[in-house]
């Protein structure tokens, strides 16, 4: 006899379960869902759309035709055009400005909130919780009721109607420090930090070759959003900043759309100007967002 036929056969009296049938999902479950998402990505686009179209839209068309149908008119290349050429070219000015307070005030930020962010989740040192705590808070506060004392501080300093008036106040970013902290905790591992500091590595370069490489996707996180927020904000410069020479976009958009109550041309040239300032806002994020995907990538296949 085979090995084979010595296998016990098997009972005809043992029943396998049979597998639960799905409960088929009704079609509401779903149409629901997806209705509220399309409501409120259209609630999100449409402002965003309206100024792209009416930016095609000369003066004379603006207040005219169909807000949501585009003009074919040479509307955009008159607009642009006579942007460019409001005032010299000051325009042009303005970007540049916004790109120096939100460029440097980010890259400073970053350093700042990330140094620190590490510092309070891997070093243990007296008064760290109430510090935390204080910079937790500063998050919940809203930055509308900080603009009239920083105001008031930069103004002792002498500072104000200046650059930094702007630059300081954006330095320090509670939220980025406490995005930092949280990160830092989550990625940097004690582990490797005590390896190191066995293998007779000092804190700084710990920090260096340890801690900040796998902190790199946070730290992007923190440029992007401190950049948008730099980049958008206005009360801070238009409180700081009595010179239309060092004026960013939003308040210099903003004193045009004033002058379009006497001059209603101004009023497509501003439509045209807030389209121009959105875009570098979608080059960054489309750049940032192909290196945060590498960064979490390379940090999952370390790990």
Known sequence: MSRTDQRPARSPDIEVPARPARTPKRPG????????????AAYCVAPVLWVAIAATKGPDELFTTFSFWPSFNGGFSYNVSHLLGFRDG????????????AGVGAVLS???????GYALAKYRFAGREVLFGTILAGVLVPQITLAVPQYLLISKLGLVNSYWAVLLPSIISPYGIY????YASAV???????????????????AWSVG??????GMVTVLLLQFIAIWNNFLLPYIMISDDERFPMTVGLFSMLNQGASQPALYSLVITGVLLSILP????????QRY?????????VKG
């Open 212 to 217: 900040l490489p796998p902190m790199v996707p």
């Open 292 to 300: 945060w995907r590498l960064d979490l990538v390379s940090g999952g």
């Open 188 to 206: 940097v591992s004690d582990d490797m930090l005590e390896a190191g500091r066995i293998d007779g590595a000092g804190e700084y370069r710990l």
């Open 90 to 101: 000051v325009f042009l000015r303005w970007a540049l400005n916004s790109l120096l307070y």
């Open 29 to 40: 479950t779903r149409i629901v869902p997806t209705a509220l998402l399309l409501l409120g």
């Open 179 to 182: 995005l930092s902290r949280i």
């Open 281 to 288: 806002l979608i080059a960054l994020f489309l750049f940032l």
């Open 110 to 116: 970053v350093i700042v909130s990330t140094l620190a």
